[in-house]
């Protein structure tokens, strides 16, 4: 990791010379209120004053809702040939949380079989992160995840009167050499860049106290009349996942093409939230009822991943929380649940 | 949240690979089993990868009708054949449905073998082993079942018990009725509904049970159903103070992907496809909603 700085001019030159070399995707009002990660074409476009976008910018770019991943061609002989797409691309302004979820992705399908349809593009993904505005819903502070240690190329902080970047890979050197004049930081640099993730904590206004909060789940589990009450609203449609930048559930699924000669295996997002998740041939469902289901999310987010991967898989972006047509927030859930044990 | 990936990713090794990427194979016999279960014989056509394609007792593979969709099946026949596998498929989804409109020659594509977590064939030897299966989960015991007739006098006392809904479901008749008539198997059957000529026991499999005379350290159980099977025959098997680490389930759950990656089979922080399809029930013990 090299640690440099770069006056705020920099930014421009930067963006400018990031978008004439690369396909660049950065944070840009699409209309009055929403904004996305899109291609951009000129630095004004990019606004890293932006609010939550709806997508996780690096599910959008490396799982799509809907992919292709073998293709199908029948002549004489079926002739099957892998779809792993792969161009070069920049992704900019990514959130802290939005890289843990990033990190989270890269590790679920790096792990014992390598995914190459999603690596292959992970691979050539160039990632440029900024401590974007939590929203009021974030609780990322409480998950760990208002600090990225990994997953970028360069990661650019805003002191004020000039930019703190941390250069993590040779890509990432490459590109601030290539495009703008940046010093090494000083030791009075580190003392603002501290001074200012001391004021950026303080901007996540939701806490949420987690600690032995996986083992409190095991003694709920078995409380269904918890469960149904936490359920109670919920409408199974599934929202939450589709916002979520560390849910991965897909389903596989082979089509034709109309000419009837050719076919492919997509695969697409699914849904732990809607019934036919747990579905196995004969009608039986392993998980029927939606608190079956929450507690099922639940687990996934909160305890899952932290006996396996010693981690949460929950950034605490809070996008679920204001998806949810029920308004089912799941970190008031957690407090509820941890009440329960504290009985 | 530290996560090191960089050095998993450096490992994907060609670029222009897929793990989704089925290897074209052929139908070569299919046999009506009963009414809804028919049995497959399948050849993958390259010579190189039918070689490489070795597979354990208990592992399973992700089969593809083109156009149609894919479906883990686990494979019933015995780890040593080389040349070609079986599949034994109940007519039941959509893909299970085309492959019983399918004939003899049809093509399909073939992903596996897999699952880590198989039928402890090695662990197994030098001790009584007794197999409990339910209607389908035949399938996915015989493979055991036959690698261990293959080298009967490495395994003690051999015990099946076979419990179907009617004599007309039962799986591989023919081949259960020479087991009965071999002295180095006990082989025990039982349905739910009889029918006049039928002379063995009558109820679920569970009720075969008490009779095991095998001591809990000398002896290895391995057991595939439906879900509501498990829960009374562990039950069973605890009353008979069988060791949940010699208890050996094969778990059934809904895969998509068979490689780890989609989630549907997940229970807790296991997941069916990779860590299973069998487990210990040790392992499983206070895993919820494994049972």
């Given at each position: ?9 920099g ?11 690369y396909?660049?995707?950065?944070p840009?009002k ?6 996305d ?21 690096a ?27 792969s161009?070069?691309?920049?992704l900019?302004g990514?959130?802290?949380?939005d ?12 792990t014992?079989?390598?995914d ?10 160039i990632v440029?992160?900024?401590?974007a ?5 974030n ?8 600090y990225?240690t990994g997953?970028?190329?360069l ?11 941390r ?6 050197d ?6 703008i ?14 001074k ?5 904590r ?12 996986h ?19 919920c409408?199974?449609?599934g ?5 979520c ?5 897909f389903?596989?699924?082979?089509d034709?093409?109309i ?15 809607i019934?036919?998740y747990?579905?196995v ?5 392993f ?15 909160l ?11 929950c ?16 970190y008031?859930d957690?407090?509820s ?7 | ?24 194979a052929?139908?070569?016999?299919i046999?009506d ?8 014989f ?5 010579p190189q ?16 009708v ?9 494979i019933?026949?015995s ?6 596998f ?17 004939e ?11 699952g ?17 299966a339910g ?24 015990t099946?018990i076979?419990?179907?809904i ?8 023919d081949?259960?009725?020479d ?13 739910d ?20 005379k ?11 159903g ?11 098997l ?7 680490e010699?208890?050996f ?16 089979c997940?229970i807790?922080?296991k ?13 499983i013990k206070?895993?919820?909603?494994a049972?």
């Open positions: 990791m090299l640690y440099k700085v770069f006056e705020k001019e930014l421009k030159d930067l963006l400018a010379g990031i978008i004439s070399s396909e660049i995707f950065g840009r699409v209309d009055e209120v929403a904004y990660f899109v291609v951009v074409n000129k630095p004004e476009q990019v606004d890293l004053n932006y609010k939550r976008t709806t997508l996780p910018p599910k959008k770019l490396l799982f799509p809702s809907y992919e292709s991943l073998v293709n199908f061609n029948f002549g004489e002989k079926i002739e099957v040939t892998p779809v792993v797409e161009r070069q691309r920049v900019f990514i959130s802290p949380w890289l843990n979820g990033m990190n989270f992705l890269d590790r679920i399908f790096s014992d079989f390598i190459d349809n999603y690596i292959a593009k992970r691979k050539k993904l440029i992160g900024y401590d505005e939590p929203s009021d819903s609780f990322a502070l409480s998950m760990g995840a208002e990225a997953g970028f190329d990661f650019i902080s805003d002191l004020g009167k000039k930019y703190f970047v250069v993590a890979t040779p890509a990432g490459s590109i601030l050499q290539s495009f004049m940046a010093s090494d930081a000083t030791s009075e640099d580190f003392a603002l860049y501290n200012f993730m001391e004021n950026y303080k901007k996540f206004k939701v806490k949420v106290e987690l600690s032995q909060f083992d409190s789940f095991e003694a709920v589990y078995s409380n269904n009349e918890l469960w149904e009450k936490l359920a109670k609203s409408f199974s449609c929202s939450c996942n589709l916002v930048p560390t849910c991965f559930c389903n596989v699924r082979d034709m093409l000419n009837l000669r050719e076919g492919v295996k997509t695969r697409e997002w699914d849904s732990c939230m019934p036919e747990g579905l041939a004969g009608s039986h469902n998980r029927p009822t939606n608190s079956n289901r929450l507690k099922q999310r639940y687990r996934c987010k305890k899952t991943f932290v006996d396996k991967f010693e981690t949460y898989s950034v605490g972006c809070g996008r679920c929380v204001d998806a949810c047509l029920a308004k089912i927030n799941i008031e957690i407090n649940i941890k009440k329960e044990v504290n009985v | 949240m530290v996560l090191e990936i960089k050095d998993k990713i450096a490992e994907s090794l060609a670029e222009k690979n897929s793990i989704y990427m089925p290897q074209v052929t139908i070569t016999k046999n089993l009963t009414p809804t279960e028919k049995q497959f399948i050849k993958i056509d390259n990868l039918r070689q490489s394609f070795n597979f354990l007792a208990g592992q399973f593979v992700e089969l593809t083109f156009g149609v969709g894919e479906a883990p099946f686990s019933p026949s780890p040593n054949n080389k040349e070609y079986e599949l034994c498929v109940r007519n039941i989804g959509s893909v299970s449905g085309a492959l019983h409109r399918m003899t020659g049809s093509k399909v594509g073939v992903r596996g073998p897999f880590k977590g198989v039928f402890p064939h090695e662990k197994i030897k030098g001790s009584n082993v007794v197999i409990i209607g389908l989960g035949m399938a996915p015991v015989r493979s055991l079942l036959l690698q261990m007739l293959e080298d009967r006098k490495s395994y003690k006392d051999l099946l076979y419990g179907c009617d004599p007309g479901n039962i799986l591989y008749k081949e259960i009725e087991l009965m008539k071999r002295n180095d198997i006990d082989v025990k059957l039982t349905v509904k009889p029918d006049d000529s039928w002379k063995d026991a009558v109820g679920v499999c569970t009720n075969l049970i008490p009779q095991l095998y001591s809990p350290e000398d002896t290895f159980i391995v057991v595939c439906p879900p509501v099977m498990y829960k009374f025959v562990i039950i069973e605890d009353e008979k103070k069988y060791l949940p010699k208890i389930l094969s778990l059934e759950r809904r895969m998509e992907c068979g490689v780890g990656k989609c989630n549907h997940h807790g922080d997941l069916t496809c990779i860590d299973g399809p069998v487990f210990s029930l040790w392992e206070n895993l919820k909603e049972i």
